[in-house]
């Protein structure tokens, strides 16, 4: 049986959304949440759009951007290249149909629903803002660390900025009508209930709390300029600035307002720091990203020997502007300052050049070190956990010159 036609057990239940949807969807003809699953087929995984080998780098349901892709692009990561990070598939959402409920003990009423087209008539909103998986860099806790953690071996290539457009979360949860009891937001996306270790953790959902619901989260419909594409969320996703990728619910279909604290799998098991010297059900939910930096290079790269290379690159942080970034190619005995440019967003990331040139032929190994506003510095080893969250640690990227 298809897992999308099973209600989630946390489902508001079809009496309340039927009523606050105005009952007029098929139930019988489509899915319960009026999806259309994509066949994972021959081992692709569900994602709509096309993923060259030379962009993308695939594994499992997820699509892992090159960065040399991002060579020669301006500050924006083109819809084309911006990374897939799906639990599932990518489900394909009618959105002249389908409606945002709001809806828990947190509202002064019943559930309110918006139709896109609601959205679309709120006062708009745009961020600029990167979104990064709390797993990006997992792959270096054991290739640099000798560190064993499972997950998706994610080199640097799961983060993409774009300059997001829609309505703030918080103008919405003013006209559901949310009262000062209201202590936790629960989104929920549309994409199928995800299975893991054959235990059904139900729809993709976690906890927000609504103070940041309230600060700076957007409800988001356009991404650089044109509709959300289906694999980023269309028609409507949650972009939550500065926070790891898990937070902005793509397909957001509902949000659970409650009176009470929430929890789900996100947040209890997920998306939490375990291991020694944590304590026994882990640290708390992660939020914030740490300080990150990529070179715009191919793994390893490959570069002529004897002469001068423009090395390209990007560093962001999730808590403010990167301020400096630095390069060695002596494995961090000396540092040299690259020279930052143009735009620069709060929740974005900054470009910069480092003009290099190979000390000998050979293997060398270059470091690109960044430090944001608040003083935070990537370190030389990111901190151990079993499931290889927040790999913050200077990458070592391998050059092979010749
Ligand atoms: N509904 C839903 N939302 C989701 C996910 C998902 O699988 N389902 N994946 C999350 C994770 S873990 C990340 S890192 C980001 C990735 O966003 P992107 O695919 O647009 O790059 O979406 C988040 N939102
Ligand atoms: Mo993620």
């Not at 759009?49 to 924006?76: C, I, M, Q």
Request: charged share 20%; with cysteine.
């Amino acid at each position: 049986m298809n897992p999308l036609f099973t209600p989630a057990k946390d489902d508001p239940g079809p009496g309340r959304t039927a009523a606050a949807e105005g009952g007029t969807r098929p139930r019988v003809t489509t899915t319960t949440d009026g999806t259309t699953p994509l066949p994972v087929a021959g081992g692709r995984p569900g994602i709509r759009k096309s993923l060259p080998p030379g962009t993308f780098a695939v594994h499992g349901t997820n699509a892992e951007t090159r960065w040399e892709a991002l060579r020669g692009e301006d500050y924006l990561t083109p819809e084309h290249l911006f990374f897939v990070r799906n639990h599932t598939t990518t489900p394909l959402i009618d959105a002249a149909t389908r409606r945002l409920t709001l809806w828990g003990t947190g509202l002064r009423a019943g559930p309110v629903a918006f139709t896109y087209r609601d959205l679309l008539e709120m006062p708009a909103e745009t961020a600029t803002a990167f979104i990064e998986c709390a797993g990006n860099g997992r792959r270096f806790y054991g290739e640099q660390q000798n560190q064993k953690v499972s997950g998706t071996r994610w080199r640097l290539g799961a983060v993409g900025v774009a300059c997001w457009r829609g309505v703030r979360l918080a103008a919405l949860l003013e006209r559901a009508g949310m009262t000062a009891a209201a202590v936790a937001l629960m989104p929920r996306g549309l994409d199928a209930e995800y299975v893991e270790g054959g235990e059904n953790l139900g729809r993709v959902r976690r906890p927000l709390p609504v103070a940041k619901a309230l600060d700076d989260v957007l409800v988001a419909y356009e991404m650089n300029g044109r509709p959300l594409p289906p694999d980023h969320g269309h028609p409507a996703r949650l972009v939550v600035p500065g926070w790891v990728g898990v937070a902005s619910i793509k397909w957001l279909g509902d949000i659970e307002v409650s009176a009470e604290p929430l929890e789900s799998p996100w947040s209890t098991r997920l998306y939490r720091m375990h291991g020694p010297g944590l304590p026994p059900g882990g640290g708390p939910p992660l939020t914030r990203i740490g300080v990150k930096s990529a070179f715009e290079l191919t793994w390893p790269a490959r570069l002529e020997a004897g002469r001068e290379h423009l090395l390209h690159g990007r560093s962001w942080s999730g808590n403010g502007q990167v301020v400096r970034v630095d390069v060695s190619d002596d494995e961090g005995v000396s540092w040299r300052p690259a020279r930052l440019h143009g735009e620069r967003h709060p929740s974005g990331w900054v470009r910069w050049t480092f003009a290099w040139t190979p000390p000998s032929a050979g293997n060398h190994r270059l470091l690109a070190r960044a430090a944001d506003e608040t003083g935070a510095v990537q370190p030389v080893r990111a901190a151990y956990n079993a499931l290889g969250y927040g790999f913050d640690a200077v990458a070592r990227h391998p050059v092979v010159v010749a």
